[in-house]
């Protein structure tokens, strides 16, 4: 099948894990059309939450992760980092060699996967970061020992409803990946912050500064991905000689900002490096 023919409308897909992440996808991959709720199974932890689960998306929903791999073309494996281990050993014989087993937990290298499975399953360990509840998300992908071109497209079929998909080529920048976009939200509710207290600082409602300030970032953002211009050439734009936004960069510059994000990502990017394979993340 050429990859451009590639689609996800004759795939069950399997979910084990229907938390935050997992909800986030089962909701856009039914709102965007790209697969039928019938074609969706998921599991949870608990009967309760499986009710719960089925009841919100209209999925049928399971506590077996077995009969989830068994039924699944396609498996999405969404729990907590730490309980990866246990449910790999769990599921392992189920699976059969022509699926595709897709790992959103952070810090969990395919090989460290592909060693848990009885069988050679292409194997594509995805990053995304939390802005994917709102259609806005960043997730890269890289594909292990048994994935191709094929399961590699398959994977972003599934993230690109709720943002931007990457492929990387090297697993050992995944750790980079995870300091920096996995964790960028957070950088950026920093930014917004700050900014809100400055506006109150300077006279702002708290609610209009929130509003602004957020707007601000969200129009930057788009700037950068529209336009193709240097963020650089972006703020020159901005900052008319002897003007309002020069002299604030320059006691932005005076103040270290970008020395402390250099430092904050390299910081970051090692803490995911021991972090490994321990289970812990954040």
């Known amino acids: 099948m050429s990859i451009k023919n590639i689609n996800l409308n004759n795939k069950n897909i399997g979910i084990i894990g229907v938390g935050t992440i997992g909800?986030?996808?089962?909701?856009?991959?039914?709102?965007?059309?790209?697969?039928?709720?019938?074609?969706?199974?998921?599991?949870?932890?608990?009967?309760?939450?499986?009710?719960?689960?089925?009841?919100?998306?209209?999925?049928?929903?399971?506590?077996?992760?077995?009969?989830?791999?068994?039924?699944?073309?396609?498996?999405?494996?969404?729990?907590?980092?730490?309980?990866?281990?246990?449910?790999?050993?769990?599921?392992?014989?189920?699976?059969?060699?022509?699926?595709?087993?897709?790992?959103?937990?952070?810090?969990?290298?395919?090989?460290?996967i592909q060693s848990k499975i009885d069988v050679e399953v292409p194997v594509v360990r995805s990053m995304p970061n939390t802005a994917i509840t709102v259609n806005e998300g960043c997730t890269v992908l890289i594909g292990g020992d048994f994935a191709g071109e094929e399961e590699l497209e398959l994977a972003k079929l599934i993230f690109e409803p709720v943002g931007l998909v990457e492929v990387l080529s090297e697993e050992n920048l995944m750790d980079a990946i995870t300091g920096f976009s996995g964790s960028g939200p957070a950088y950026g509710y920093l930014i917004i912050e700050s900014l809100i207290e400055a506006g109150v600082r300077v006279g702002l409602p708290r609610d209009r500064a929130t509003k602004l300030a957020a707007q601000s970032l969200l129009g930057a953002a788009k700037m950068v991905l529209k336009t193709d211009e240097h963020p650089a050439q972006l703020k020159d734009m901005v900052t008319t000689p002897a003007g309002v936004t020069v002299d604030a960069i320059m006691k932005l510059e005076e103040g270290g900002v970008r020395v402390a994000f250099f430092k904050a990502i390299e910081e970051a990017t090692e803490k995911s490096r021991k972090l490994k394979l321990d289970g812990k993340d954040g």
């Open 23 to 112: 909800g986030t996808l089962v909701e856009t991959l039914i709102k965007n059309g790209v697969v039928s709720r019938e074609r969706i199974i998921g599991s949870t932890a608990h009967e309760d939450s499986a009710r719960e689960v089925s009841q919100k998306y209209g999925i049928n929903t399971t506590t077996d992760n077995k009969s989830v791999v068994r039924k699944a073309e396609i498996v999405v494996l969404a729990v907590e980092p730490q309980m990866i281990g246990k449910v790999l050993e769990e599921v392992s014989g189920s699976f059969g060699a022509n699926q595709l087993l897709i790992s959103v937990a952070a810090g969990i290298a395919t090989e460290f």
